[in-house]
């Protein structure tokens, strides 16, 4: 059985950092892609940051470019969201996901994921 557990996320401060994990359980990730989604009080889920995980190549959100950092332990078969200088648009319940698929529209997160974590709610104060 397939299963994605998030944890980091808490409430910060404006300009402060978190990073986020996402372990899976009952997957080998010989190819395919792991994403973070968010989805924020009354607005979609929104794409955040994907990682095809032969290869390692990542794909952002342009409202994250620049802020946040995805990255894999592939030993550990965890992903990591690095966020930094987090602005109050960035609170949600963040979600990991991860598909057995790496097309392009996957890595961009055009395409709906397979497997769907339980989320994380990350909380910016001004």
């Known amino acids: 059985q397939v299963q994605l557990v998030e944890s980091g996320g808490e409430l910060v401060q404006a300009g402060s950092s978190l990073r986020l994990s996402c372990a899976a359980s009952?997957?080998?990730?010989?190819?395919?892609?792991m994403g973070w989604f968010r989805q924020a009080p009354g607005k979609e889920r929104e794409f955040v940051a994907s990682i095809i995980w032969s290869g390692g190549s990542t794909y952002y959100a342009n409202s994250v470019k620049g802020r946040f950092t995805i990255s894999r332990d592939s030993a550990k078969n965890t992903v990591y969201l690095q966020m930094n200088s987090l602005k109050p648009e960035d609170t949600a319940v963040y979600y990991c996901?991860?598909?057995?698929?790496?097309?392009?529209?996957?890595?961009?997160?055009?395409?709906?994921?397979?497997?769907w974590g339980q989320g994380t709610q990350v909380t910016v104060s001004s």
């Open positions: 009952g997957l080998t990730f010989g190819t395919g892609v």
């Open positions: 996901a991860a598909d057995r698929r790496s097309e392009i529209g996957f890595a961009t997160g055009r395409f709906k994921y397979y497997y």
